[in-house]
């Protein structure tokens, strides 16, 4: 069978290459014929992430993948990451609908909320229910969370599956658990993400920090002012990011409470507990499923929450190891692409 990947970005973007280009190799050794088109490329990256001009890119992009859509026929399947033109109508999901080409939208993120939360009146007007229309045409959506599965539903998607977003086991190998000194707690994400959720809450953070005489190691982003000697920034790439969690002793994930994070996969909780890491984290969307509370971590909500968990965590080294020990075995069920990978190849599978 023939299977053509419509992604969003090249394999370096975290979501394409953990939603889409990380099966590859097991679609393959399963017997499929795997051919990935991204939207954007790998310059248009280079030049976001650089604050220059995407735009020559973008019209690339948007040019290619428009041609690419006239061979849309010969494929078995076709899988979208979330939309093939973004902020155009769904035109195009909407043609190949009425050209019997059966595809996959895939969805880790609440991206119609792009659209129907946006401020400006006349994008939430033309574009409010695109996302909805994506879903709705789509022989099936394939959600990363309940949030993400209860929207395609209300839009009648016609069959939902639910699928999380995974770490490969091999890339993250069991780990015993040490009673680190000194205790590192540890986050990893982007300079976005550090912005909304980080900053908001980097006085507790601090405080917490400072009272347990401990570190805070930042993986992903570098800092425009100084935080002191204890809070420590450090880059990103995928080489070195699975020995960056390893080193932590605690991972925490704060989250703003809004409806895109509602939408989000809790991956960076996955990627602790995949290294035997306790976890700390807003009970915000899918984080009030992937922590047990008191099993394999905390949730915390305010100041005073916070650091009461921090402290419980770093005052205890066999909790550590118990809670950590937990989400491991968490991950090795549940959030795995030795586990997903399989249903991936059922749903490729399936008679259309």
């Not at 069978?1 to 939603?19: D, P």
Request: with cysteine; aromatic share 12%; proline share 5%.
């Amino acid at each position: 069978m023939k299977i053509l990947y419509f992604t969003k970005y090249s394999r370096n973007a975290g979501s394409s290459r953990l939603r889409s280009y990380q099966y590859v190799p097991w679609l393959e050794d399963a017997g499929f014929k795997v051919e990935m088109s991204p939207l954007f490329s790998e310059q248009y990256l280079v030049n976001l992430y650089a604050g220059t001009s995407t735009l020559k890119e973008a019209v690339k992009g948007y040019t290619k993948r428009l041609l690419k859509l006239f061979s849309a026929a010969k494929y078995d399947r076709i899988v979208i990451e979330k939309e093939l033109f973004p902020y155009l109508p769904a035109f195009a999901e909407r043609w190949l609908s009425l050209l019997g080409v059966k595809y996959i939208a895939d969805y880790d993120d609440a991206i119609f909320h792009n659209y129907d939360r946006h401020p400006n009146p006349m994008i939430r007007r033309v574009l409010g229910k695109k996302i909805d229309r994506v879903m709705r045409y789509a022989d099936t959506v394939v959600a990363g969370n309940s949030y993400l599965a209860a929207r395609a539903e209300q839009a009648g998607a016609k069959s939902i599956d639910i699928i999380p977003t995974v770490i490969d086991l091999l890339r993250y190998p069991k780990l015993i658990p040490a009673d680190d000194q000194p205790v590192i707690l540890g986050w990893i994400g982007t300079k976005t993400t550090f912005e909304k959720h980080v900053m908001p809450v980097m006085g507790w953070l601090q405080k917490a920090v400072e009272e347990n005489d401990m570190v805070f190691h930042l993986v992903g982003v570098q800092p425009e002012q100084d935080y002191g000697d204890r809070i420590r920034f450090f880059p990103w790439n995928e080489e070195t990011e699975v020995a960056m969690i390893r080193s932590f002793s605690i991972g925490i994930m704060p989250l703003q409470d809004s409806l895109w994070e509602q939408g989000k996969c809790s991956y960076k909780l996955i990627q602790y507990m995949a290294c035997s890491k306790p976890v700390i984290a807003s009970p915000v969307g899918m984080n009030k499923e992937v922590v047990q509370e008191d099993i394999n971590g905390y949730t915390a909500t305010g100041e005073s929450e916070w650091r009461e968990a921090v402290k419980l965590l770093v005052s205890d080294a066999k909790k550590r190891a118990d809670f950590g020990n937990a989400g491991r075995k968490m991950v090795e069920e549940k959030y795995a692409l030795q586990v997903t990978a399989n249903k991936w190849i059922a749903l490729l599978r399936k008679p259309i």
